[in-house]
C-alpha cells in the first residue's frame, strides 16, 4: 500500500488503534491534527495544527471515536476538498474480496468480514468483529469489538453496536441506535433508540 503525505486527525483513545494499524502496514504518519496540542503523546507525533490547517497535499485518516463528531469532521474536509478516499484495514483482519469497504472506514484487528458485505464511509469496525455474508452497515456506525452480526444484517447510519452484542440473521437496525454491550437482537431495531439485554430490550 503507498500513502504519501498521511495524517490523523484526532489524537487519543481510538487513534492508538489506528496508529497500530499504520505501523503493522509500514506507513509513515507525519503527524496528527486536533483542536490542540495534546499533552500525552504516546507515539511522539509532531502536532501540525487544527482541523482548519490541514493541507491540501495531505492525506488524513480521521481516527475520532465518536460517531456524530467524526461525521461533522469529515463533512468539513469534504467541503474543503481534502483527499479523503482511503480505508484503512490492519494486516490482520479477514476480508472477502466480494466485500466492499468505503472511504474512511477504519477496519481492527482480528476482524472477520465475509462475502457480500457493505460498509459505508466512516465506519470503525472494531477488534475481533464478526460481520456475515450480505450485511449492510450505515455510515459513521461503529461496530465494538467482538460483536457478531448474523448473514443479511442491515445497519443504519450513526449507529453503535455494543461490545460482544449478537445481531440475529437478517435483522434490521435503524439509524442513530445504540445497542448496549453483550446485547442479543433478535428482531428488528426502529431508529433513535437505546436497547440492552437478552434478548434486546428498548430503555429509551
Known amino acids: ?24 502496514l509500514d506507513l509513515e504518519i507525519l503527524g496528527y491534527y486536533d483542536i490542540v496540542e495534546k ?30 463528531i467524526r461525521e461533522k469532521v469529515y463533512n468539513k474536509l469534504l467541503l474543503n476538498k481534502i483527499c479523503l478516499d482511503r480505508s484503512i484495514s490492519h494486516p490482520s483482519a479477514i476480508i472477502s474480496n466480494t466485500s466492499l469497504i468505503e472511504k474512511q472506514t477504519f477496519v481492527s484487528a482480528g476482524v472477520v468480514i465475509n ?20 450485511s449492510r452497515i450505515g455510515s459513521f ?14 445497519v443504519g447510519d450513526r449507529s453503535m453496536i455494543g461490545a460482544n452484542a449478537v445481531i440475529k440473521q437478517g435483522v434490521k437496525i435503524g439509524n442513530n441506535v445504540m445497542i448496549g454491550a453483550g446485547a442479543v437482537i433478535i428482531r428488528d431495531v426502529p431508529n433513535n433508540v437505546t436497547i440492552v439485554g437478552n434478548p434486546g430490550r428498548i430503555i429509551r
Request: aromatic share 6%; with cysteine.
Open 141 to 154: 456506525t461503529h461496530i465494538g469489538p467482538g460483536a457478531v452480526l448474523a448473514g443479511n444484517v442491515s
Open 39 to 68: 499533552l500525552v503523546n504516546p507515539y511522539k507525533l509532531q502536532f501540525l495544527g487544527n482541523e482548519e490547517q490541514i493541507k491540501i497535499d495531505h492525506q488524513p485518516f480521521i481516527s475520532i471515536g465518536n460517531n456524530s
Open 115 to 134: 462475502p457480500q458485505v457493505q460498509i459505508s464511509k466512516g465506519c470503525i469496525i472494531n477488534t475481533g468483529a464478526l460481520i456475515e455474508h450480505e
Open 1 to 24: 500500500m503507498t500513502l504519501k503525505n498521511l495524517t490523523i486527525v484526532g489524537y487519543s483513545g481510538h487513534s492508538y488503534l489506528c496508529i497500530e494499524a499504520f505501523v503493522s
